[in-house]
């Protein structure tokens, strides 16, 4: 176990899931684009595992002349005409694209809403997995299921002086063993840690272990 993994179990420990809403209630959050040329998306970020706090993301597939080719991702997808609300939308594709239902999921509460440069509002739910059962996906759309420590990103964020500021598009990414996590998802995952940073204490500056800026489709 490394410096930086001790300290994540010994801080991350202390999370429960009252602690984490009442983060996510208090704190200000995006809210929707007055512009409603937007199209409604919808996704979920789970957290699991709170002795060692993960992150479940996925990787699109590298098919040719999609859109979202290699992108590092959140479950979740368009709104359907027959969800009857962003939040309804979000636990349809995440059941549709992971297999997780909304009984393993307990919610925290809305992360707000992120722009994409392809004209879409995606609102982002928070809530925490119970990791029970497998999780499947549809190997047509996704590549693999990504579980991404949470101390790995917050190392990032800290290393790259992200705390207190909104990087641009082109900085804000957190690498991950292959991947780069760039975009609308970097931006929520941004909030998130800067909602949860006063929790973090003080993070060794461990920058010889640090995560490096390895380059990859994401």
């Keep these: 176990m490394d410096q930086f993994q001790q300290y994540e179990y010994i801080e991350f420990s202390r999370f ?14 995006p809210g929707p684009p007055e512009d409603g040329h937007y199209k409604s998306a919808c996704v979920f970020l789970l957290l699991f595992n709170f002795e060692a706090p993960h992150i479940l993301a996925i990787q699109k597939t590298d098919s040719e002349g999609y859109p979202w080719r290699n992108q590092v991702a959140l479950p979740g997808g368009h709104l359907e005409e027959e969800d009857a609300s962003p939040l309804e939308g979000a636990y349809r594709e995440l059941e549709e ?3 997780i239902s909304r009984d393993q999921v307990e919610l925290i509460g809305s992360l707000g809403h992120y722009q994409t440069i392809n004209g879409r ?9 119970d990791a029970t059962g497998p999780v499947r996906h549809d190997a047509s759309e996704i590549a693999r299921i990504l579980k991404i420590p949470l101390g790995t990103l917050v190392r990032t964020h ?8 909104i990087p641009c598009v082109d900085e804000l990414r957190y690498p991950f063993e292959d991947v780069v996590i760039w975009g609308a998802t970097a931006r929520m995952l941004h909030h998130l840690i800067e909602q949860l940073y006063p929790l973090f204490g003080s993070i060794p500056p461990d920058k010889a272990n640090g995560v490096g800026d390895n380059q990859a489709s994401a």
Aim: hydrophobic fraction near 40%; charged fraction near 30%; proline fraction near 0%.
């Design 121 to 129: 509002d995606i609102e982002a739910f928070i809530g925490v997995w």
């Design 158 to 165: 800290h290393i790259k002086n992200f705390h207190n500021r």
């Design 16 to 29: 429960d899931v009252d602690r984490l809403k009442d983060i996510i209630h208090n704190n200000a959050i």
């Design 97 to 99: 694209e992971t297999k």
